[in-house]
């Protein structure tokens, strides 16, 4: 709050005080500004919107399976034919696509978050002028207002009802009022009123320098995805380590066979195991996902968020800023109580002549009622997202002096007053009503709103956003629940919602008659739609009410009064021209401003989700296969079945080719929990059956070829079976069919035909098949196989439901 000194100075005219001007600070010279630049006292933390190259290219290249592979193909650099090495040009091939891919989200990020970057305004030489954050120096007078967020710590200079909330640092609720001379510390941001402080502390040492400097904006933690890869690569590499050294130890020791020609079959054995691409597609998908987001102007600033908005149940939509636009128009002003109609606008126009950082609504009426002249604001009160209005004490022309109070009607009056039922018809037409009421108590009385006599209600229309209703529906369509939670009156909000069409938005519900207790407020959220008064405070114990529930919950926002709810849902949305606090701890931002952007982004979430739970099956049956075989050939002491070359070929027709496609395909399935269990309880049956049908084919065929040669005829019967299995797992997985998807599996199917006819490329994979008898006995036992494995899988899809 702001009092006028009671000064010396007197109007020669009027008795009334006036107080002496006080030298306004003018901040750093230009010189002064060099001078620290060059001592280095500059806020130099650096903004990491992505990835460095450097760290894309490590975590691209120094893999723990891409060492595993890398020893294996220089193996077989030296012991066996080119064929045999396949495997690892496909390695290279495939890290190469993973940095490119990354290096392209990271140029879009870095380019959208320069659009995003915060942008305080400093005051140098006596000017305000916008600066990066990362040119402030030390000793810099930064002006802030509503919705700024402090950058550096440093000390208050002005303050005029400056209010600051420090909670997402000390974890207090209550905003702070600060006065000349006070600590403000960066992390903290503004809710109401405005001034200037001087840098303190710039750089690594500032408050919160070394959290923002840990916490890169993009990254990769809290993402169920990549936690179950991980997980699932975890148990992998047990399963890979006996069997491979088993494998390794029968092939060079117990057989006794051509020494080359063993370590070629046991890293023919080992290779199939290690899931190299699953990795890389996830990593793909991500980075095309921020790619094509990019391009649509939102900004991502957490990967998961693709991920996490996919998995959302439940939107907290706030009214202003998202179902509307930010600006409003007066459409009436209504006198109350006989009040002169010239006289009130004179009050309005000196009101918003009080506040040098108006909010939409008191803008508009800025623009329709621009005449306060005359009128001296001796004290003055910001709005505040808590109180619900906004005040100023006035020397008036004449020397009358008076205290005025704007805001909403429901809280400024009591409940028995005529004048609410004129606002609650207002209401219900989706019009939005201030009301402007002369106080008798001191603005600095914290009940100076009781006993306030009505003037006038300013009647503004807000302007609804023309792509809203479309978003609403694709919501719906999704069973996606939308609850509007706003700080506005309950009714009024409920009308905008109903023109909207949002189901349910004739329930409304006055939010300071919800419960306080968790459970019932949960209950409460549950059962309506629409919330009208609400609190800051009271936003972020409704987003953790419902995911008390078992909701993920997605908030949307643009006020400083959306901070904290934005900070504790699951996935927090800012749009572009909000307050640079919504946009700092967002995990998503609109850049355009345009809510419709946001099914895009569930859209994508849900590409890569679905997708990724379908190339991580077709890698991990690999996976189980190869490992069993392995097993199975140490147990029966016999030669390991495939060259590395026959396994490439294999993994190239049925999963790489077409996991590329699969992973960057349309997808609309809603977003499902516990992917790691969902993924097994496929992947263990698939790679079990095709480890059992192709070892039967093998041993099968030993039994049937005898001399030289036998062996190649046996691993080419064993190859047929386990590529026809391989293809009824990917037919599966490609499942709804689309004419791209039967076309691609249809293509995989002619790529290994063309092998098995074409002479020269027989012999560079080392396939021919001998004979009638094996080869459709192999055909037998892949279609029993893949019989079986559906009747599996579809009893899997009733017995274990995802």
Known sequence: MTHI??????????????????????????????????????????????????????????????????????????VAP???????????????????????????????????????????????????????????????????????????????GLEIDESLLTGEADPVVKQPGDQVMSGSFVVAGGGAFTATKVGREAYAAQLAEEASRFTLVHSELRTGISTILKYVTWMMIPAAIGLAITQLVVKNDDFKDSIARAVGGIVPMVPEG??????????????RLGRKQCLVQELPAIEGLARVDTVCLDKTGTLTEGGMDVTELRPLNGSDESYVRKVLGALGESDPRPNASLQAIIDAYPDGEGWRCVESLPFSSARKYSGASFSEGDGASSTWLLGAPDVLLPSEDPALAETEHLNEQGLRVLLLARADKDLDDPRVQDGARPAALVVLEQRLRPDAADTLRYFEEQDVRAKVISGDNAVSVGAVA????????????????????????????????????????????????????????????????????????????????????????????LLNNSFATLPSVVAEGRRVIGNITRVATLFLVKTVYSVLLAVMVVCSQVEYPFLPRH??????????????????????????????????????PGGVVAAVATFATYLIARHHYTGEGALDAETSAATLT????????????????????????????????????????????ALKLVGTTMPWTAVGIAVVASASLELVWRWVDRRFPA
């Not at 026809?724 to 037919?731: G, Q, R, S």
């Open 647 to 684: 396994l490439t070929l294999l993994s190239t027709l049925t999963i790489g080719v077409p996991a590329f496609f699969l992973a960057l395909a349309p997808n609309k399935e809603r977003a499902r929990p516990h992917f790691v269990r969902r993924v097994m309880r496929y992947s263990i």
């Open 278 to 291: 699953l990795v890389l597609l996830t990593s793909v998908a991500f980075a095309i996902g921020v790619i």
């Open 5 to 78: 000194d009671a000064g010396a100075e007197l109007d020669p005219v009027h008795p009334t005080p006036i107080p002496a001007p006080a030298p306004r600070p003018v901040g750093l010279t230009a010189a002064e500004v060099a001078e620290r630049v060059a001592r280095g006292e500059v806020n130099d933390v650096p903004v990491r919107s992505s990835r460095s190259m450097a760290d894309i290219v490590r975590a691209n290249v120094f893999t723990r399976f891409n060492a595993i592979i890398g020893v294996l193909w220089l193996i077989m650099m030296f």
């Open 722 to 765: 386990l590529f026809l299995i391989a293809m009824w797992v990917l037919a599966i997985i490609a499942r709804p069919y689309t004419w791209w998807r039967v076309g691609l599996v249809a293509a995989m199917g002619l790529g290994f035909v063309i092998v098995l006819v074409v002479p020269w490329l027989q012999e560079f994979f």
């Open 82 to 160: 080119f064929q045999d090495s396949l495997f690892g040009y496909v390695i290279l091939a495939n890290t190469g696509i993973g940095i490119i891919q990354e290096l392209r989200a990271k140029k879009t990020l870095d380019s959208l978050a320069v659009i995003g970057e915060a942008r305080p305004t400093v005051r140098r030489d006596g000017v305000a002028a916008e600066v990066g954050t990362s040119e402030i120096v030390l000793g810099d007078l930064i002006e802030i207002g509503p919705g700024d967020k402090i950058v550096v710590d440093g000390e208050c200079v002005e303050a005029d």
């Open 498 to 589: 109903a023109k909207l069409g949002l189901p349910g938005a004739s329930a409304t519900v006055d939010a300071r008659r919800l419960p306080t207790e968790k459970e019932e407020m949960a209950r409460a959220l549950d059962e309506g739609t629409v919330f009208g008064r609400v609190t800051p405070q009271q936003k972020r114990d409704m987003v953790g009410a419902l995911q008390s529930h078992g909701h993920t919950v997605a908030m949307t926002g643009d006020g400083v009064n959306d901070v904290l709810a934005l900070k504790d849902a699951d996935i927090g949305v800012a749009m572009g021209s909000g307050s640079e606090a919504t946009r700092a701890v967002a995990q998503i931002v």
